[in-house]
């Protein structure tokens, strides 16, 4: 059973290992009723109007308007494109790799409607390298869709067509960049491009190209089924529907809750994932993935909704909460968040090209004990030339966090810097029992 | 606007390789570009490639399944490998080595056939992945048939700290365990059958955590 917090929509019979086929997903779920009714009843833009009435709003970080943008697409006969982000590499994200395992007929559904509302012929699921065993799941779910006639040449006799291939990216983080995905599925080395123009204007090929997050799409099916009115039932004005949050760090039950936008955070970290080991208290959160500025306990109890994380100087992101309890270093918390970045920048651009190396240098520096507290305020001006002149947010992605860091815990750092040579390092907890399995 | 690398940019209904041909594209020196008789390649591995050329509206986008078929027939990607993927598709060499160089899953350098990632970000980090790196690099060293490394966050932070052992995940995972994984390798059984991410429940399923809260 669920706990009473969770309101599971997109995770409904998910614990049934059956959901995966297609034939369970038609006996749990009712699926592909909803394709069929659009297939057979619907107009390309009565869909459009309800995704865009729906207020959804993308799952992938941005939190754009999926409907409008749906909606952004030119109208002709040029070939058109649907990706689908499923590159998911941010640290703390792991709910598409659980809607996607649990659930990927909900998303071929969903691609196939999105489809229909985009007028796209040709839809890819860009999934991340890593994700071998859920790129098989998928690859199996295709497989089924096709032969039972809801993907391929004139799908349910509607004179319409759709290919869908899944495409395993190969390691690479700045690839779920919506361009830079283009590019790697265009089979380049993947760089995010100038924009604009914005793919939906020339994205795939030089086509308009709609691109949407795995969760996003997986929404589709039930809005159209439901309508715009049910959706909004959920969540808040601004924030409407349910959410799937990854928790991790420190808590004593991490995992993916899928809740209404705009429940306490707090219900959240501690009502669902447990909060962190007894005998200790929480002293950092990053409320939505290793991007977003951290924030501390005195905000737990901000609704979890895109407009309350942004009002607090944070954002929602992807909906990835990683927790700091009070054994973990900020510093070099820090350290570890600038080192990915630094790792994942492609390097087309200056700033963070070098912003992110130097970063990381100096943070070793605090962290040796060799730096002295004007470094701080060094480290913090630079992380203000970074943000907004790079690229693509990949440079602002460790600039917001690591600034947070410096601002909001600069004792800490000044205090590391007076204990150079300790390391502070401590594990959290042993690793959790088997905490979440059912076996 | 001049035509952009790779994009159909005048004409969005021509395929990409007409669309473009007037232009210097990357990879498409056709005197660079090795004969398929020339580089030996495996019929099978010919016909992969093909397959997954098909697949796509421009061939080119086959580039990284091809590297990944690659990959899985030499272990990793090898020069002569890239040479053949190269013949088949109609790219220069290089053009396809730039790509697999951009990629961390794609190897370059000779590795060794059973590869494992071990997560060293934020969350594993914090419940200790950096321990776990080293018991995995101390139970595989000297070792040639294994490859261990650190790797960027895998998207498994709930059963941090967490491994990927042929790209199948596991955890949360003891230093101790490193030594069992690697040993049950060896012996060609099944890896860690308890800790698979796969055998596992939605978290808001299992009971709730003792304690005070
Ligand atoms: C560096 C970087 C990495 C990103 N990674 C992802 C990702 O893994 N998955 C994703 O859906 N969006 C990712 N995004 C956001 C995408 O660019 C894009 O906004 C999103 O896929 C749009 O889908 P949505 O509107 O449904 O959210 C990333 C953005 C940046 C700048
Ligand atoms: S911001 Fe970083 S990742 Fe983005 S284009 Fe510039 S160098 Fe590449
Ligand atoms: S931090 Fe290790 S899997 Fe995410």
Redo the contacts between chains.
């Keep these: 059973?669920?706990?009473e917090l969770?309101t599971r929509v997109l995770?409904e019979h998910?614990?049934d290992p059956a959901l995966r086929t297609l034939a369970g997903y038609k006996r749990l779920a009712g699926g592909y009723a909803t394709q069929e009714r659009a297939y057979r009843e619907m107009e390309q833009d009565e869909i459009l109007k309800e995704l865009e009435d729906s207020g959804l709003r993308g799952r992938g970080g941005a939190g754009f308007s999926m409907g409008k943008k749906a909606s952004f697409l030119p109208r002709g006969d040029?070939?058109k494109y649907l990706c689908c982000n499923a590159d998911?590499?941010?640290?703390?994200?792991?709910k598409?790799?659980?809607l996607m395992?649990?659930n990927p007929h909900q998303l071929i559904e969903g691609i196939a409607i999105a489809a229909l509302a985009a007028d796209a012929g040709?839809a890819f699921i860009f999934i991340?390298?890593?994700?071998?065993?859920q790129a098989d799941i998928l690859d199996a779910a295709v497989a089924e869709a096709y032969e039972a006639g809801y993907l391929g040449t004139n799908i349910l006799g509607c004179h319409r067509d759709l290919e869908l291939?899944v495409?395993?990216?190969?390691?690479?983080?700045i690839c779920g960049e919506e361009t830079a995905l283009l590019?790697?599925?265009?089979?380049?080395?993947?760089n995010p491009r100038l924009k604009p123009p914005f793919p939906a204007v020339?994205g795939l090929?030089?086509?308009?190209t709609l691109i949407n997050n795995v969760e996003t799409l997986s929404n589709v099916p039930r809005i159209v089924a439901n309508g715009a009115e049910w959706f909004k039932g959920f969540g808040t004005e601004q924030s409407p529907g349910t959410k799937v949050v990854?928790?991790?760090?420190?808590v004593?039950?991490?995992?993916?809750?899928e809740v209404e936008l705009g429940i306490p955070t707090r219900d959240l970290i501690?009502?669902?994932?447990?909060?962190p080991d007894?005998g200790h208290e929480i002293k950092a959160f990053y409320p939505g993935g290793?991007s977003s500025p951290v924030l501390t306990p005195a905000e737990l109890d901000l609704p979890y909704s895109f407009e309350a994380m942004a009002e607090a100087g944070s954002m929602l992101g992807s909906g990835s909460i990683?927790v700091?309890d009070d054994r973990?270093s900020i510093p070099h918390?820090a350290l570890?968040?600038a080192r990915?970045y630094h790792?994942?920048s492609c390097g087309k651009c200056a700033p963070c090209r070098e912003g992110t190396n130097w970063t990381v240098k100096m943070l070793e520096r605090v962290v040796r004990g060799e730096a002295t507290p004007m470094d701080l305020d060094i480290i913090s001006s630079v992380q203000e030339n970074i943000m907004g002149h790079c690229l693509c947010v990949l440079g602002d992605s460790m600039a917001m966090p690591v600034s947070a860091m410096v601002r909001k815990f600069r004792p800490e750092f000044e205090a590391v810097i007076e204990t150079a040579g300790l390391d502070p390092?401590v594990?959290?907890?042993?690793?959790?029992e088997?905490?979440?399995?059912?076996? | 606007m001049s035509p952009?690398d790779?994009?159909?940019?005048n004409n969005?209904?021509l395929?990409?390789d007409q669309?473009v041909s007037e232009g210097r594209v990357p990879g498409r020196r056709e005197e660079e570009i090795p004969e398929l008789h020339e580089v030996g390649c495996p019929p099978e591995l010919q016909e992969r490639i093909e397959t997954l050329m098909a697949?796509?509206?421009?061939r080119?986008?086959?580039?990284?399944?091809a590297?990944?078929a690659v990959q899985e027939l030499y272990g990793w990607c090898t020069p002569e490998g890239i040479r053949q993927a190269a013949a088949v598709m109609r790219f220069t060499p290089a053009y396809l080595e730039?790509?697999a160089s951009?990629?961390?899953?794609?190897h370059t350098e000779p590795v060794g056939r059973h590869r494992i990632?071990v997560c060293?970000?934020?969350?594993c980090?914090?419940?200790?992945g950096?321990?776990l790196l080293d018991a995995f690099q101390a139970a595989a060293e000297g070792d040639e048939d294994f490859f261990v490394t650190g790797f960027?966050?895998?998207?498994?932070?709930?059963?941090?700290?967490m491994a990927?052992i042929g790209?199948?995940?596991y955890?949360?995972?003891?230093a101790a365990e490193a030594g069992t994984a690697i040993a049950q390798i060896k012996a060609g059984e099944e890896v860690l059958p308890?800790?698979a991410?796969?055998?596992?429940?939605?978290?808001?399923?299992?009971p709730?955590?003792g304690?005070?809260?």
């Design positions: 059973m669920a706990h969770e995770l998910a614990e040029m070939a998911e590499s941010e640290p703390g994200a792991f598409d790799r659980e395992q649990r040709h991340r390298g890593e994700y071998d065993e291939v495409h395993r990216g190969a390691g690479a983080y590019d790697a599925l265009e089979g380049k080395r993947g020339q090929y030089g086509g308009p990854s928790i991790s760090g420190a004593r039950r991490p995992g993916n809750y501690y009502g669902l994932a447990g909060g007894p290793s990683i700091a973990v918390m570890r968040t990915f790792h994942e390092h594990v959290v907890s042993a690793p959790a088997t905490l979440g399995a059912t076996v | 952009v790779g994009a159909g940019v969005p209904n395929p990409v669309a697949r796509y509206p421009d080119r986008s086959a580039s990284i399944p590297l990944w730039s790509v951009f990629y961390d899953l794609l990632e060293t970000n934020i969350s980090w914090m419940r200790g950096d321990e960027e966050c895998l998207g498994a932070c709930d059963i941090a700290p990927a790209q199948r995940y955890g949360p995972l003891e308890a800790k991410l796969s055998e596992r429940g939605l978290a808001g399923d299992a709730a955590p304690g005070s809260s």
